[in-house]
């Protein structure tokens, strides 16, 4: 029992005192065995052999009472055998010899112990460093960065346990790492509270190592847990990114024995290379976030560029800027003369909330409604009294963060675009993302106004045009081309009274009269052309099929519709067949041609073929100019085909809704 009750160095020097005592005995043994045969003082150099084991593995002050022993013993056996007399100038410099000897082969024994340990210890340490960086540069995740340096961590610092924390930006900590040698339960993603004691309150608050050698009286989440796991003491390190301390990584232990001194310079190799892991992988995200971003970027603005629909850019930058920013809600409004605002594009909302189209007056201490007064980006981050200030509808959305930017058209405010979140606050780049978004949006709205404008135009020149040609072969019809027929009526009845015995006379006038008739054919014809009367009176079907029979080239018709449509519509369809006719005649020397018409799809869609020659050139100043002009106007499209020595395709949709 009174065994058990000595601490670990009393048992140690006990132990070392009896191997001391059976060393010297036995080596005693041996020189009285030998004592007959060899000179006795040439065997008091075997007494060594008990002195150097104790210096070596005992240390120096086990070997010199190790030494006096032999000096006693030895002097034991001089004559008068049996005495001990120590006051012989010889034992006392044995004596000296050896105490010297000890005391030098212990501190070299010692000097090597440590040279060893610590060559063991750097050894492990790189080691482990190099594991750890190995992760790093493969660009490993975080979460397998984090776990591998606190396992690490903790078995280089012989820990019990070891833990590594991420600050929160609301005070509190998160674990994101943990590793343990004895059966415990660490807290890992999950939030603890920062009171009382602990490790990373302390580095926290100081931004340096700390150790903490006694939780007892402690209070707070953290120093109660390490109680319940029995800890005695703990250290860590502050983890710096950017120059910001970002966390932190804890050793803790349940011994008695403290760490040891260069354990917070151990765990701080280990901190910069989680710093560079954090910094890496926010590199990747940060590119990441660049290409995502670039890519939305480059799908609207091909929208944009390739003239869709404004209804489908919105919809489509509401959808992207939603997705890029993480955003519950987004939504695009247009600023209205009378203060309210149109909803022209969403991602989230509920449509019996709002509808695309539908116009709400905006509440001005929402974010949107602060951009609608002072034309500047605005963000709410919202607690629970400002959210019940909110109108209703909006309440109901659980909005908790709001970002609202302007869209600028031409110097004016024209609308916005709003991104909420129900949980998060935005990241401060959100307000830069909608900038870009803005200004395509911008774009996209200027082009779409002054295509709007140009087909305006288009509409108006055609349509006058139209109406002029109208004007001009109602005044043939009614003015030259009636009065040259009255003409022509007149020169035969004076024919029929010229008196026979004139009849050069009679011949002359029949000639004028025939010459009059075939001037009113061809004007007839022409005013046909300028604009046919067949079209106004009968449609599409009647005014194809005569340009048809007048064509030089046979051609194939097909009507498949027998509707009549709006006259731009009629007008536009029966010009297309009658340039491209005029040009198969003239230029592609086909011999066959084929023209189909029917509706489908709400649009008008028109087909004329040939097998001539091909090489059509649709900007080479032909009629096809004009053509693509009156198509357009009505906003359609025209699509000419026409590689050389294949013949020409002309397709043609023109949309009923439109007209």
Not at 42 to 64: F, T
Not at 137 to 166: I, K, Y
Request: charged share 25%.
């Amino acid at each position: 029992m009174a065994r058990s009750r000595l601490n670990p160095a009393s048992a140690r020097w006990l132990r070392g005192l009896l191997a001391s005592v059976a060393l010297v005995a036995v080596v005693t043994g041996v020189v009285a065995l030998l004592k007959p045969y060899v000179p006795v003082l040439s065997l008091l150099v075997l007494y060594l052999l008990a002195v150097l084991p104790m210096a070596v593995v005992w240390g120096a002050r086990l070997a010199a009472v190790t030494s006096v022993l032999s000096v006693v013993a030895f002097a034991f056996l001089l004559p008068p055998e049996g005495s001990v007399w120590l006051a012989d100038s010889r034992n006392l410099v044995v004596l000296g010899v050896f105490l010297v000897t000890s005391f030098v082969v212990s501190e070299l024994a010692a000097r090597s112990r440590r040279a060893a340990v610590e060559s063991v210890r750097l050894t492990e340490e790189q080691s482990a460093l190099r594991r750890v960086a190995t992760l790093v540069a493969e660009s490993e995740s975080p979460a397998a960065v984090f776990e591998a340096v606190t396992r690490e961590v903790g078995l280089l610092c012989g820990a019990d346990l070891a833990r590594m924390e991420r600050y929160e930006a609301d005070g509190t900590v998160t674990g994101v790492a943990a590793w343990t040698r004895v059966p415990a339960r660490l807290t890992v993603g999950t939030r603890i509270e920062l009171d009382g004691l602990s490790v990373a309150s302390e580095v926290r608050q100081t931004g340096r190592p700390v150790r903490l050698d006694s939780f007892v009286g402690a209070t707070g989440a953290i120093a109660e847990e390490a109680q319940a796991l029995g800890i005695r003491s703990s250290v860590g390190c502050p983890i710096l990114v950017a120059g910001e301390v970002w966390g932190v990584i804890a050793a803790s232990t349940k011994s008695d024995e403290p760490f040891a001194a260069n354990t917070e310079s151990q765990i701080a190799s280990f901190t910069e290379l989680v710093a560079t892991a954090i910094e890496n992988a926010e590199a990747r995200a940060e590119l990441r976030r660049m290409a995502d971003e670039q890519a939305a970027l480059r799908r609207v603005a091909t929208l944009v560029a390739r003239g869709a629909e404004r209804r489908l850019v919105f919809a489509t930058v509401a959808e992207e800027l939603g997705r890029l920013t993480g955003a519950d809600l987004t939504a695009i409004f247009r600023f209205e003369a009378d203060g309210t605002a149109t909803l022209m594009g969403s991602r989230g909302l509920r449509e019996d909330a709002i509808r695309v189209g539908e116009r709400r007056t905006l509440e001005s201490r929402s974010a949107i409604g602060t951009v609608q007064a002072t034309g500047e980006s605005a963000r709410y981050d919202l607690d629970d009294e400002m959210r019940g200030r909110l109108p209703e509808f909006v309440q109901e959305w659980d909005v908790r963060s709001a970002v609202a930017s302007p869209i600028v058209v031409e110097g004016l405010c024209w609308g916005g675009i709003t991104i909420a979140s129900r949980g998060h606050p935005f990241h401060p780049a959100a307000e830069q993302r909608m900038v870009e978004f803005t200004e395509i949006v911008a774009t996209a709205i200027a082009n779409a106004e002054s295509r709007a404008q140009l087909t305006a135009s288009r509409a108006r020149v055609v349509a006058a045009g139209d109406e002029m040609r109208r004007r001009l072969e109602r005044d043939l019809h009614d003015g030259a081309q009636q009065r040259l027929v009255s003409l022509a009526l007149e020169l035969r009845v004076a024919q029929s009274g010229v008196p026979a015995y004139l009849p050069r006379l009679r011949t002359d006038i029949g000639q004028t009269a025939h010459d009059l008739t075939e001037v009113v054919d061809e004007l007839r014809e022409l005013a046909r052309g300028i604009h046919p009367a067949v079209l106004v009176e009968s449609g599409l079907g009647p005014a194809l099929r005569t340009l048809v029979r007048r064509s030089t080239v046979p051609v194939d018709l097909m009507v498949e519709t027998q509707s009549r449509y709006p006259p731009p519509l009629e007008v536009a369809t029966y010009y297309v067949v009658s340039e491209a006719l005029t040009n198969m005649a003239k230029h592609a020397r086909a011999s066959r041609a084929e023209v189909s018409l029917e509706e489908r799809d709400d649009a008008l869609r028109l087909s004329v073929r040939d097998d001539g020659a091909g090489g059509a050139e649709p900007r080479g100043g032909s009629g096809l100019v004009g053509l693509q002009d009156r198509v357009e106007s009505l906003g359609g499209s025209i699509l000419v085909i026409s590689p050389v020595g294949h013949g020409t395709a002309i397709h043609v949709s023109l949309p009923l809704d439109g007209a």
